[in-house]
Antibody
Framework: EVQLVESGGAVVQPGGSLTLSCAAS????????MHWVRQVPGKGLEWVSLISWDGVTSYYAGSLRGRFTVSRDNSNSSLFLQMNSLRTEDTALYYC????????????????WGQGTLVTVTS | DIVMTQSPDSLAVSLGERATINCKSSQNILYRSDNKNYLSWFQHKPGQAPKLLIF???TREAGVPDRFSGSESGTNFTLSISSLQAEDAALYYCQQYHSTPYTFGQGTKVEIK
C-alpha cells in the first residue's frame, strides 16, 4: 500500500524558513516523479513543485521560484521542500503527491496524495 | 498559464440522480503524439487526502465506482456521477497536467439535496 507521510509543518514568522519532509513507502520511490501541492485554508488546490524520479529535473509555480527548493533522497525514499522568505500567503496545507507513471517527468497525473502538513506564517 | 474554469461552483442533487460538473481549459491540453487530453478529476472530502477519480479525461482510476465517468469535447470536459450516493458528497476538482504550472479548477461542491 502506498503511503505518503508529510511532516515539518509549523508556525513561522514572515521572512522565516521551513523544510517540509515526506516519507514514502509501498512503492519504488526512485521510479516516480513527486510533487508538492498546497491548499490555502478554505481555498482551492495549487500545484507548487515537481521533481523528477532521478532528482535531475525540477519545476516550480512561477510565484514560488527562487524561494522554494524541492529535493529528494532516493536512498531513504524521502521528498523535501525547503521554503525560504516565507510570506503570510504561504499559509497552507502542503501535500506530498506521487506521480502515476514510472520514469515520467512531465505529463504525469497525480496518483496518490498524503494527508498534508500545515504551515502557518504569522507574526 | 492554463486556466481551468469549473461550473457550477456548487450543486445539490438528490440521491440516485445524476450530477454533472463541467471544466473548461483556456488552452488545448491534448497531445497530438498520443491523442490524449491531459486532464484529471479528483474528489476531496474534508480531512482526507484528495482522491484520483479520472485521468486522460475519461479513464477511470482502479477501484473507482463505475458511476463516475469523464468525457471530453475539445477544451470542455465533464465529470458525471450517474446515480449519486451519500458518500459522493464532496468537493471535485479538475486539473490539467499538460504543462507546468499544472493548474486546478476552483472546485465544485456537490451536496445531497
Amino acid at each position: 500500500e502506498v503511503q505518503l507521510v508529510e511532516s515539518g509543518g509549523a508556525v513561522v514568522q514572515p521572512g522565516g524558513s521551513l523544510t517540509l519532509s515526506c516519507a514514502a513507502s509501498g512503492f519504488t520511490f526512485d521510479d516516480y516523479t513527486m510533487h508538492w501541492v498546497r491548499q490555502v485554508p478554505g481555498k482551492g488546490l495549487e500545484w507548487v513543485s515537481l521533481i523528477s524520479w532521478d532528482g535531475v529535473t525540477s519545476y516550480y509555480a512561477g510565484s514560488l521560484r527562487g524561494r522554494f527548493t524541492v529535493s529528494r533522497d532516493n536512498s531513504n525514499s524521502s521528498l523535501f521542500l525547503q521554503m525560504n522568505s516565507l510570506r503570510t500567503e504561504d499559509t497552507a496545507l502542503y501535500y506530498c503527491v506521487k506521480g502515476k507513471v514510472d520514469m515520467t517527468t512531465i505529463g504525469d497525473c497525480f496518483e496518490h496524495w498524503g494527508q498534508g502538513t500545515l504551515v502557518t506564517v504569522t507574526s | 498559464d492554463i486556466v481551468m474554469t469549473q461550473s457550477p461552483d456548487s450543486l445539490a442533487v438528490s440521491l440516485g440522480e445524476r450530477a454533472t460538473i463541467n471544466c473548461k481549459s483556456s488552452q488545448n491540453i491534448l497531445y497530438r503524439s498520443d491523442n490524449k487530453n491531459y486532464l484529471s478529476w479528483f474528489q476531496h472530502k474534508p480531512g482526507q487526502a484528495p482522491k484520483l477519480l479520472i485521468f486522460w479525461a475519461s479513464t477511470r482510476e482502479a477501484g473507482v465506482p463505475d458511476r463516475f465517468s469523464g468525457s471530453e469535447s475539445g477544451t470542455n470536459f465533464t465529470l458525471s456521477i450517474s446515480s449519486l450516493q451519500a458518500e459522493d458528497a464532496a468537493l471535485y476538482y479538475c486539473q490539467q497536467y499538460h504543462s507546468t504550472p499544472y493548474t486546478f479548477g476552483q472546485g465544485t461542491k456537490v451536496e445531497i439535496k
